[in-house]
Nanobody
Framework: QVQLVESGGGLVQAGGSLTLSCAAS????????QGWFRQAPGKEREFVAG???????YLADSVQGRFTVYKDAIKNTVFLQMASLEPEDTAIYYC????????????????????WGQGTQVTVSS
C-alpha cells in the first residue's frame, strides 16, 4: 500500500501563486508514477500534471506556462507549483500514484492510478 498526503491548498487571488505537495509513504515503488488531478464542482476529474519515475514531467495544455511539477526523489514528494492562477483553476486537487508503467492516454486517465490522496481545496478569487 501507498499512502499519499497532500498539503498546500488555500484561498488566493487571481494572479497569485500556490505550491501543493504530495508526500508518499508506505510501500513505495521504485517505479512510482505520480500525478495531479483536479475536480471542480459539477465537472469530471481532469489531469493536471505528472512525473514519471525517471523525473520526466508533463503538464496539461490548460496549465502549460503557469504550472510546474517536479519530484524530490529522496523524500518521495511531488510538488505542483502554480502561478498566474485563474478562477477557473478553482477545484479540489488530488495527488495520485501507480507503480505501473503508463503510456499515452493512460497517463491522463484517473482509472490508471491505484492510489489517491484525500485532496486539497484550491480556491482562486476574481
Amino acid at each position: 500500500q501507498v499512502q499519499l498526503v497532500e498539503s498546500g491548498g488555500g484561498l488566493v487571488q487571481a494572479g497569485g501563486s500556490l505550491t501543493l505537495s504530495c508526500a508518499a509513504s508506505g510501500r513505495t515503488f521504485s517505479s512510482l508514477v505520480q500525478g495531479w488531478f483536479r475536480q471542480a464542482p459539477g465537472k469530471e476529474r481532469e489531469f493536471v500534471a505528472g512525473v514519471a519515475a525517471n523525473g520526466y514531467s508533463y503538464l496539461a495544455d490548460s496549465v502549460q506556462g503557469r504550472f510546474t511539477v517536479y519530484k524530490d526523489a529522496i523524500k518521495n514528494t511531488v510538488f505542483l507549483q502554480m502561478a498566474s492562477l485563474e478562477p477557473e483553476d478553482t477545484a479540489i486537487y488530488y495527488c495520485a500514484a501507480t507503480p505501473n508503467f503508463l503510456r499515452g492516454s493512460s497517463t491522463f486517465t484517473p482509472d490508471s492510478y491505484d492510489y489517491w490522496g484525500q485532496g486539497t481545496q484550491v480556491t482562486v478569487s476574481s
